[in-house]
């Protein structure tokens, strides 16, 4: 009866640890293209800081991935990025220059000043810029404040519904 006993303690304490660690993976994976920009930032800018130089942060259209690179060497890559399932995913990095161009391609605008990376810099700023996320027939803008890194908080619009 001992021995049963033991050996159920014992299977307990293994699934706990099990479901826990299980868990705790799952909740560390970035699922949305959202989730992965905003850890390439924390990212981007913690190596910043850390090394003292200027990261450059630009996103691989093939390879649907962030890549993370030092500025002022070859460019060579430090760590990259990829978003899950990003079918049909363009993501661009837009100016924040006053009269940037846009067309309208099928309906949607689509802004024509871009950027192939934006730069972090030692200090803990950031290129001012804002992300462009296209999925399928969606499109949404990002602003980044260049002084934080952070999303540029927008008021709510007290006549929106």
């Not at 430090?78 to 990025?81: A, L, R, V, Y």
């Not at 391609?105 to 871009?114: I, M, N, P």
């Not at 499109?139 to 980044?144: D, H, S, V």
């Given at each position: 009866m001992l021995e049963v006993l033991l050996a159920l303690a014992l299977i307990a304490l293994l699934g706990g640890v099990l479901i826990g660690g299980g868990s705790s993976l799952l909740a560390d994976k970035p699922q949305s293209a959202d989730d992965v920009f905003w850890q390439a930032v924390q990212a981007s800018r913690?190596?910043?800081?850390?090394?003292?130089?200027?990261?450059?942060?630009?996103?691989?259209?093939?390879?649907?991935?962030f890549v993370l690179s030092d500025a002022a060497s070859s460019g060579a890559a430090?760590?990259?990025?990829a978003i899950p399932a990003a079918n049909d995913l363009a993501i661009t990095f837009l100016t924040t220059q006053k009269g940037a161009s846009m067309i309208?391609?099928?309906?949607?605008?689509?802004?024509?000043?871009?950027?192939p990376a934006?730069?972090?810099?030692?200090?803990?700023?950031?290129?001012?810029?804002?992300?462009?996320?296209?999925?399928?027939?969606s499109?949404?803008?990002?602003?980044?404040d260049p002084w934080t890194c952070a999303p540029v908080l927008v008021a709510k619009d007290p006549n929106a519904p």
């Open positions: 913690k190596q910043a800081l850390k090394d003292g130089k200027d990261v450059r942060l630009g996103f691989d259209a093939k390879e649907k991935k430090i760590k990259d990025f309208l391609l099928g309906g949607v605008a689509v802004e024509t000043q871009t950027l934006v730069t972090f810099y030692a200090d803990g700023t950031c290129t001012a810029f804002r992300l462009q996320i296209q999925q399928g027939s499109t949404r803008a990002l602003a980044i």
